[in-house]
T-cell receptor
């Protein structure tokens, strides 16, 4: 069964450092997303990406964050100058359709980011 | 503001039926979805309701009433492996998924 792959599974970084989280969405999906989940809390939308550009972003997704699709398979989330409160599980997701199709997502296993 | 309300925890017995309710208040509405998440795992899609009524997928069913801004997930013939957190999520006017805080389902033998 097709799956969304994320690396690394866990990253520990010092406050102020930059991190890049990587994702390989399902190959025939066109819409890509990043969500985050602080431990024990709800899942929060960060950004959606379609046709090589951001389609929507939340208030959380400020100038500290950026996304990129550097090639035909990878989808990355970059966090510049990490802060303690960025510690969370970051999930990549993809869907074959947009609009209401964004309700039906396939998630990766997540990348746990710990900022010290 | 946008909010989804669901119980924080529900306890049930193996083999029984359990219903997890969700009420929502969002700007725009593009469907109600349910996701399952085991501890330390990724959310897994369970069910989607775009229109009023009941959707059935095996042991799981989901219901939506848009006039009441209400939905529920019904799990039948509970198994120990169903112990997990269940999240309702609504697609808002920007097609972003707005999530509830999750319901932890505890199943006792």
């Amino acid at each position: 069964e097709p799956e969304v792959t994320q690396t690394p599974s866990h990253q520990v970084t010092q406050m102020g450092q930059e991190v890049i989280l990587r994702c390989v969405p399902i190959s025939n999906h066109l819409y890509f997303y990043w969500y985050r989940q602080i431990l024990g809390q709800k899942v929060e939308f960060l950004v959606s990406f379609y046709n090589n550009e951001i389609s929507e972003k939340s208030e959380i997704f400020d100038d500290q964050f950026s996304v990129e699709r550097p090639d035909g398979s990878n989808f990355t989330l970059k966090i510049r100058s990490t802060k303690l409160e960025d510690s969370a599980m970051y999930f990549c997701a993809s869907s074959p359709r947009g609009g209401a199709g964004a309700n039906v997502l396939t998630f990766g296993a997540g990348s746990r980011l710990t900022v010290l | 503001g946008q909010s989804l309300e669901q119980p924080s925890e529900v306890t049930a017995v193996e083999g029984a039926i359990v219903q997890i309710n969700c009420t929502y208040q969002t700007s725009g509405f593009y469907g109600l979805s349910w996701y399952q998440q085991h501890d330390g795992g990724a959310p897994t899609f369970l069910s989607y309701n775009g229109l009023d009524g009941l959707e059935e997928t095996g042991r799981f069913s989901s219901f939506l009433s848009r006039s009441d801004s209400y939905g529920y997930l019904l799990l039948q013939e509970l198994q120990m492996k169903d112990s997990a957190s269940y999240f309702c999520a609504v697609g808002d006017s920007n097609y972003q998924l707005i999530w509830g805080a999750g319901t932890k389902l505890i199943i006792k033998p």
